[in-house]
């Protein structure tokens, strides 16, 4: 029994710590570009480009092309 109340706690879990990676990781990647997390994410909301978090640290990690390519937008249309 103790360890379906483990299972049913670490699934709750899972999903806090997914988003703390993901955004753990998006945070290197837009500091590697001049940038906050919490600005890059100001910039995404402004600019209106909604991707999740997610889809960010997957760019962030195996695209950072593409992901270089994403903060340039954000931040161009942030100071428009």
């Known amino acids: 029994m103790r360890s379906m109340a483990y299972m049913y706690r670490d699934r709750r879990n899972r999903k806090r710590d997914m988003r703390r ?37 997957e760019m962030a990690v195996n695209d950072l092309g593409a992901f270089g390519t994403l903060v340039k937008t954000a931040l161009d249309a942030a100071k428009a």
Do not use: C, E, F
């Open 21 to 57: 990676l993901w955004i753990v990781r998006i945070n290197a990647a837009a500091r590697m570009h001049g940038i906050s997390y919490s600005q890059l994410m100001h910039a995404l909301h402004v600019a209106q480009i909604d991707v999740d978090r997610k889809i960010l640290a």
